[in-house]
């Protein structure tokens, strides 16, 4: 079965400073696809970044970045020049390829200080 | 402006009654799928469907139905709603055959049995 896990409930960080979300995975599959999707209060889920796991290249998407490391199945999500608009949950998520399904991780309420 | 429209933000329903979820998208999607998100559980599956009058488990069925007879919409069904089913629940949908794609999702809707 496939699982995802973050262990980080909670973080926060101050305006304009960097911050890293963790999140493992475990799954059997070779190629695979890896999401960071965002909750803003009482808003819609939007993705946020996704990476293929064939690709060694770490995904981008402007102030967002991940570290993929699939020999260690992590796939952390960094966040650069912290924005207030940037205080959501987070959600990491793998795909099963078979069905197109997204197992999700448990969430990491991520608080931006002034 | 692409859209995951559920029917209700907000739903009181006693314990006991039928009740119904309903979820339609604009974006002629074959997959669609209802999750059920919970604090430090994150999202769980219930139901999914990659077509019309198509449904398959996910991993927490029990207690929950769906239908699909058309493929714009997916509804989710308590047969007989329990207070252990209180919880978000969230709509989704994104392209069949596509790895990696996108998932859309709805806006939620918080029920409450009582």
């Known amino acids: 079965a496939q699982t995802v896990t973050q262990s980080q409930p909670e973080m926060s960080v101050q305006e304009a400073e960097t911050v890293t979300l963790s999140c493992t995975y475990d799954?059997?599959?070779?190629?695979?696809?890896l999401f960071w999707y965002k909750q803003p209060p009482s808003r819609q889920m939007i993705l946020v970044i996704r990476?293929?796991?064939?690709?060694?290249q770490n995904a981008t998407e402007n102030r967002f970045s991940v570290n993929f490391q699939k020999a260690a199945k992590s796939f952390s999500l960094k966040i650069s020049d912290s924005q207030l608009g940037d205080a959501a949950m987070y959600f990491c998520?793998?795909?099963?390829?078979?069905?197109?399904?997204?197992?999700f991780g448990q969430g990491t309420r991520l608080t931006i200080n002034p | 402006d692409v859209k995951v429209t559920q029917s209700s933000r907000y739903l009181v329903k006693r314990t006991g009654e039928k009740v119904f979820l309903e979820c339609v998208q604009d974006?002629?999607?074959?997959?669609m799928f209802w999750y059920r998100q919970d604090p430090g559980l994150g999202l769980r599956l219930i139901y999914f469907?990659?077509?019309?009058?198509?449904?398959e488990k996910g991993d927490i069925p029990e207690g929950y139905s769906v239908s699909r007879e058309k493929k714009e919409r997916f509804s989710l069904i308590l047969e007989s709603a329990s207070t252990n089913q209180t919880s978000m629940y969230l709509c989704?949908?994104?392209?069949?055959?596509?790895?990696?794609?996108?998932?859309?999702f709805g806006q939620g809707t918080r029920l409450t049995v009582v």
């Open positions: 989704a949908s994104s392209l069949l055959g596509v790895p990696g794609t996108e998932a859309f």
């Open positions: 469907s990659y077509d019309v009058k198509m449904k």
């Open positions: 990476q293929e796991a064939y690709k060694q």
């Open positions: 974006m002629d999607h074959e997959n």
């Open positions: 998520a793998l795909e099963d390829q078979g069905a197109q399904k997204l197992v």
């Open positions: 799954t059997s599959e070779s190629d695979y696809y």
